[in-house]
């Protein structure tokens, strides 16, 4: 299976700020796809980052605050803008695999801990 | 639509006891099912899935779980807990064919008594 590097791996920011946050696959994927974990919340898809074409986020999550690129094949930045307290949570790359044989299964990064003070 | 409930945020069990996590789910369509688990400082992985076929679907580590349409549910066994099974433990669904969203519970997490 795929092998995602992510960083960083944890941040403190100051509000107001804004992160970007880097994902790296080992091979080339169609599909990338940001969550958000929150303490004591499920998963959140915030967007699905597809080369070539504008990412597609998900019902309570813009662009503006969270700009995605996906300028390649195998990498995928996400960006937290403007940074507020609510934003701490832990930012997760994902990709999926057996697309073809719509299994939908998901290899995750590490996953990126943001601090928002 | 489709969503994911898992009973109990936080399950202990001692060492060599049963672990049972209670997943049960909502898909208006035939759904795929998942277990992923995160260890401390690391991302999800999976566990096991239930495309089509056995019901009873068996993954890494020992554990196992049984798909039950009638009763909605997809709970997560291991016979006899080790230490190195705490973890968080996470449920998820998707619809079948192609890529389709999957949706997660809020996770368990396990912790195993010595």
């Known amino acids: 299976s795929a092998v995602i590097s992510q960083k960083p791996s944890r941040d403190i920011c100051q509000r107001g700020t804004s992160l970007t946050i880097q994902c790296q696959v080992d091979s080339q994927v169609t599909m990338m796809f940001w969550y958000r974990q929150q303490p004591g919340q499920s998963l959140t898809l915030i967007a699905t980052?597809?080369?070539?074409?504008?990412?597609?986020?998900e019902s309570g999550f813009v662009i503006d605050k969270f700009p995605i690129s996906r300028p390649n094949l195998t990498f995928s930045t996400l960006t937290v803008s403007n940074m507020s307290p609510e934003d701490s949570s832990i930012y997760l790359c994902?990709?999926?695999?057996?697309?073809?044989?719509?299994?939908?299964?998901?290899?995750f990064g590490a996953g990126s801990r943001l601090t928002v003070l | 639509a489709q969503s994911v409930t898992q009973l109990g945020s936080h399950v202990s069990v001692s060492e060599g006891a049963l672990v049972l996590l209670r997943c049960n789910y909502s898909?208006?369509?035939?759904?795929?099912l998942f277990w992923y688990v995160q260890y401390p400082n690391q991302g999800l992985q999976l566990l096991l899935k239930?495309?089509?076929?056995?019901?009873l679907v068996k993954g890494i580590n020992g554990f196992e779980a049984e798909f039950k349409k009638s009763e909605t549910s997809f709970h997560l066994t291991k016979p006899s807990a080790h230490m190195s099974d705490a973890a968080e433990y996470f449920c998820?669904?998707?619809?079948?064919?192609?890529?389709?969203?999957?949706?997660f519970g809020t996770g368990t997490k396990l912790q195993v008594i010595p």
């Open positions: 994902s990709v999926a695999r057996d697309v073809d044989s719509g299994a939908n299964v998901l290899t």
């Open positions: 239930y495309t089509t076929g056995a019901t």
């Open positions: 980052a597809n080369q070539g074409s504008e990412a597609t986020y």
């Open positions: 898909s208006s369509v035939p759904p795929y």
């Open positions: 998820a669904v998707s619809g079948a064919g192609g890529y389709q969203k999957v949706t």
